[in-house]
């Protein structure tokens, strides 16, 4: 019974957010963040939102493509990136290792240093366009360190595949026509694994001051 409440909650999101989305590939107006983050907080379980503090990105909808893995610290390699149980996994392993730094540099100083949580930073990372965040330019001290290890939730609107993220690098460059970028793992959970390796997803800020709220795929709340 615990499963199909979920499966039926999961449904009813979906066919909220259909309602809501245009059908367009565009920037959605602050009415439509207000309700689309609502209806994403309701179901999920946290509260999200398209702003916090007086912060933004340029969009909350957007097409994502797949990354690569990136560097954890000197002299990090593929191999080091994979759990035993996750080493057959062609698209995990197969998306590679990008050749350099992510925005905010390592991931931990040293192999040493390197712990549960900046793996997890890695695993579950995203890069996003901080650089056309309005006014950005003109406000780096108020968003450079705001935006490092931020955490947003991504939802396949879809199919509903919802999965806790943070940012850990920027880009893509406007001329490839995709608004951000998704590791490895993340890709897969939100079903952008296979085909094209891209797609249309909804991306707001986590509010989560105590950071309760841990990274990885996340199932509709009860």
Not at 39 to 53: K, Q, W, Y
């Amino acid at each position: 019974a615990e499963t199909v409440q979920k499966v039926d909650k999961m449904d009813q999101m979906r066919g909220k957010l259909a309602l809501m989305l245009p059908k367009e590939m565009r920037a959605l107006t602050p009415n439509e963040e207000e309700i689309i983050g609502h209806i994403l907080s309701s179901n999920l379980g946290m509260t999200v939102s398209a702003e916090i503090d007086d912060r933004r990105l340029n969009r909350s909808y957007g097409l994502i493509g797949a990354e690569q893995h990136l560097v954890r610290y000197p002299g990090d390699t593929m191999a080091g990136h994979l759990d035993n149980n996750v080493v057959a996994n062609n698209f995990v392993y197969s998306s590679g290792m990008a050749p350099g730094r992510g925005a905010w540099g390592y991931f931990a100083k040293t192999k040493a240093d390197f712990g549960k949580q900046a793996k997890e930073q890695e695993k579950w990372y995203i890069a996003v366009q901080t650089f056309l965040a309005p006014s950005y330019a003109t406000r780096l001290s108020h968003y450079r360190d705001w935006f490092k290890f931020r955490k947003m939730l991504l939802v396949n609107p879809k199919t509903g595949q919802s999965v806790v993220t943070d940012i850990g690098d920027a880009g893509p460059a406007q001329w490839t026509g995709k608004h951000l970028g998704g590791s490895p793992e993340v890709m897969q959970a939100l079903g952008y694994h296979t085909g094209p390796r891209k797609g249309a997803v909804l991306y707001f800020f986590i509010d989560d001051p105590g950071d309760t709220i841990p990274l990885g795929p996340v199932k509709a709340a009860n």
